[in-house]
C-alpha cells in the first residue's frame, strides 16, 4: 500500500476556486472535481481539514463604502454556503463530514470547539472550518494558519488559482518566475501576495509548512499529501 508523507493536513481552498469559469458561484463540475480528490487523499488515511474562503460571493474588501466589521461579517457567512456545499459533494461520495463554524449556527453547523475537531478527524472525518477565526480583519488564510497550529497538522495545503509563488504576479508579466523554495520570512519581507503576513507568521512561529499549489488540477490534492515536488514550498 502507498504510504501518504502526511498523517494529518489542513486543505485550504480559495472561494473562487469553486466558482470554476463562471467566476460566481458554485460551479458543480468544478466542486466535485475537488471532492473527487479530497476523497482519494482521504482513502490513502490522510486526516483531512479544510477551511474555505467566501470570494465567489463576497470578499471583505469588496464592501468599500461599508463597515469594515459588517463586510467582514458578510464574507463570513459566504464561507458558511461553501462549507456546506463541500459537505454534502463528500457525503455524496461516502465520506463523513463535519462542518465547524467560529459563528454559532447550530441548526446548520457545529460551533468550533479544538477537541471535538480533533476528535473528528481520528475518527475518519474530514472537517470543514467556516466563518474564518470569527472576527473581523482576519482573512481565511489567517484562520488556515490558526487552525493548522490547534489541530497539530504536519502542513498546510494551500490551493491556488496559480501553480506556485511567483517573484511578482503572472498574471500581469508574463516573465514572472516561479519559485520552487521559500521561507516564511521571505514571504513577509519580499511583499509575495500568496498568503497575508499574520498567516506567514503564525505558520513561521509554529514551525508548519505549507505546500502552494494550483487547484487547476485537482490531481495536486493527492500529490501533495503523498510528498510530490509539486507548486511551491515554504518553511
Known amino acids: ?101 467560529a459563528i454559532e449556527m447550530r441548526q446548520i453547523a457545529e460551533p468550533y470547539i479544538r477537541r471535538k475537531a480533533v476528535r473528528h478527524l481520528e475518527k475518519g472525518r474530514v472537517v470543514i472550518f467556516a466563518c474564518g477565526t470569527g472576527n473581523p480583519y482576519f482573512t481565511t488564510d489567517t484562520t488556515t494558519a490558526l487552525r493548522a497550529a490547534e489541530i497539530d497538522a504536519e502542513v498546510v495545503l494551500m490551493a491556488k488559482n496559480v501553480d506556485g509563488v511567483y517573484d511578482c504576479d503572472p498574471g500581469t508579466n508574463p516573465a514572472a518566475k516561479k519559485i520552487d523554495r521559500l521561507s516564511y520570512i521571505d514571504v513577509i519581507n519580499r511583499g509575495l501576495g500568496v498568503m497575508d503576513s499574520t498567516a506567514a507568521s503564525l505558520c513561521m512561529d509554529n514551525k508548519i509548512p505549507m505546500i502552494v499549489f494550483g487547484i487547476e488540477k485537482p490531481e495536486n490534492i493527492v500529490k501533495a499529501v503523498m510528498g510530490e515536488n509539486i507548486g511551491t514550498i515554504i518553511m
Open 1 to 101: 500500500m502507498v504510504t501518504p508523507k502526511y498523517k494529518r493536513v489542513i486543505l485550504k481552498i480559495s472561494g473562487e476556486a469553486l466558482a470554476g469559469k463562471r467566476r460566481f458561484g458554485i460551479d458543480s463540475e468544478t466542486l466535485g472535481r475537488i471532492s473527487d480528490e479530497i476523497k482519494k487523499a482521504f482513502e490513502l488515511g490522510v486526516e483531512i481539514a479544510v477551511v474555505i474562503g467566501g470570494g465567489n460571493f463576497w470578499r471583505g474588501r469588496s464592501g468599500k463604502d461599508m463597515d469594515r466589521t459588517t463586510a467582514d461579517h458578510m464574507g463570513m457567512l459566504a464561507t458558511v454556503i461553501n462549507a456546506l456545499a463541500l459537505q454534502d459533494a463528500l457525503e455524496s461520495r461516502g465520506i463523513q463530514t463535519r462542518v465547524q463554524t
